[in-house]
């Protein structure tokens, strides 16, 4: 007896009209017309079945604080950080957990179940390590939430942050974060990517560090940390996420600083929603939008993912926690218009984020966890076109959110009935 049967399913990888089956929590077998008898059998009528969306980079000690203790009026990153200094001392424990669950929420709604969350260190209390390590134990169930020790105000440049840092190791923080571009030179901030890759190679922990968020074409960090994953082989474990530099760099030294990338086994993470809205602020005209060479990384092999980074927060008004609304974003900016291209933005949000993270059991195969999402879609390309409708998320092979199709009813001249926005 199966628990769950999901017939008439179109795959992303192109597959159309096959039969889920689901068994104590995986996917048993993944066919055309599967028979027998299930406790529950859900019709999936020709639309798109994926695994779960993947946000690779978010910031959830942060998230839906838009207002507190005031409105970033500029928009610009270094209000933001001003006024994440101003909020910090008045961040409370039971404020900060409510407002990350209320998210989570959000995430499943959206079929957003995996999430990686970088999260301050520099506040000697650690009081936002302490209430996103109670949400990821409290969240479990329906939600992977993985936590990254974030220097913000620098590894080096903040008084005791490496200690800190160590401290939210010990607590339970599964990955070592940094940013070195913000250090007070270009020598500390090489110095704090080897220290910080180190540490991580000593623990055996994977590496995120915030990594040339910047205009300035000379903000090379990025082939430091290249450098040292290869050097501590740490091949396929170590992320640089934003990149921004890399959109102002002269293209002959990225036509080396790539195959670099590539060579030392370095994911890349683009966020953008917030790098072309952050970036560029110096400009007039022609003005730079900021975010990394996602189709030339791509094309050298190199892991890309799209994060959201930000939902109503100091840094971002916006969002929803809506990671086809980030694809879409992407897929513009990046210029991938082409039907490889499109679907290479929705793998961005699905399975290279997964991989990244290390998800065990992700995906739609036999073994995998049962963990898939029903979206009002056909294919990739037009969920991202639509951000399509979560029509059903399922966790462990039960729905944990429902969402009704999003359907427009008619009444004009001549023309009455329905659209979906479908052709």
């Known amino acids: 007896m199966l628990d769950l049967l999901i017939t008439h399913a179109n795959l992303p990888d192109g597959r159309a009209d096959v039969d889920i089956a689901i068994r104590d929590g995986r996917i048993v077998e993944v066919a055309p017309r599967i028979t027998g008898p299930a406790h529950a059998t859900i ?6 079945v994926t695994p779960p969306f993947v946000d690779a980079h978010f910031h959830m000690d942060a998230t839906l604080s838009y207002g507190l203790p005031r409105v970033n009026q500029s928009g610009t990153l270094l209000e933001g950080i001003a006024l994440w200094g101003e ?38 209390r650690l009081l936002a390590v302490e209430a996103l390590l109670d949400v990821k134990r409290r969240v479990a169930g329906y939600l992977d939430l ?8 620098g590894a080096l440049r903040s008084s005791g942050a490496m200690e800190n840092l160590r401290r939210a190791l010990d607590l339970g923080v599964d990955v070592v974060g940094g940013i070195p571009h913000f250090e007070r030179t270009m020598a500390d901030g090489a110095r704090s990517v080897q220290l910080l890759c180190e540490l991580a190679a000593e623990r055996g922990l994977r590496v995120d560090m915030h990594c040339d968020e910047t205009d300035d074409p000379l903000s090379r960090h990025i082939e430091t940390l290249a450098f040292h994953a290869q050097r501590l082989g740490m091949q396929g474990r170590v992320t640089g996420s934003h990149l921004t530099s890399m959109h102002s760099m002269d293209n002959y030294y990225v036509s080396k600083l790539i195959p670099l990338i590539a060579e030392a086994g370095v994911n890349a993470v683009a966020n953008p929603l917030i790098n072309i809205t952050i970036q560029g602020r110096h400009d007039t005209y022609p003005k730079r939008r900021g975010m990394t ?24 008004s916006l969002g929803s926690g809506d990671m086809l609304e980030v694809a879409h974003m992407g897929l513009h900016v990046a210029q991938m218009t082409s039907q490889a291209g499109m679907r290479a933005c929705f793998d961005a949000v699905t399975t290279t984020p997964a991989a990244m993270l290390g998800l065990e059991g992700y995906g739609i195969a036999a073994g995998c966890q049962a963990d898939v999402v029903l979206l009002q879609a056909r294919d990739p390309v037009e969920a991202i076109r639509l951000r399509a409708t979560r029509l059903a998320v399922i966790r462990r092979g039960k729905v944990i959110a429902r969402t009704a199709a999003a359907t427009a009813v008619l009444d004009l001249p001549g023309r009455v009935g329905e659209t979906s926005f479908r052709i």
Request: with cysteine; hydrophobic share 50%.
């Open 87 to 124: 909020l910090k001392p008045q961040l409370t424990a039971d404020a900060l957990v409510q407002r990350a669950l209320t998210y989570c929420d959000w995430a499943v709604a959206k079929g957003l179940l995996a999430i990686r969350t970088h999260v301050d260190i520099c506040d000697p």
């Open 293 to 316: 060479r996602v189709p030339e990384l791509l094309a050298a092999g190199v892991p890309v993912a799209f994060g959201h980074d930000c939902v109503m927060d100091p840094w971002y």
């Open 146 to 153: 993985q936590l990254v020790a974030f220097p913000q105000d």
């Open 43 to 48: 019709d999936a009528a020709g639309q798109l």
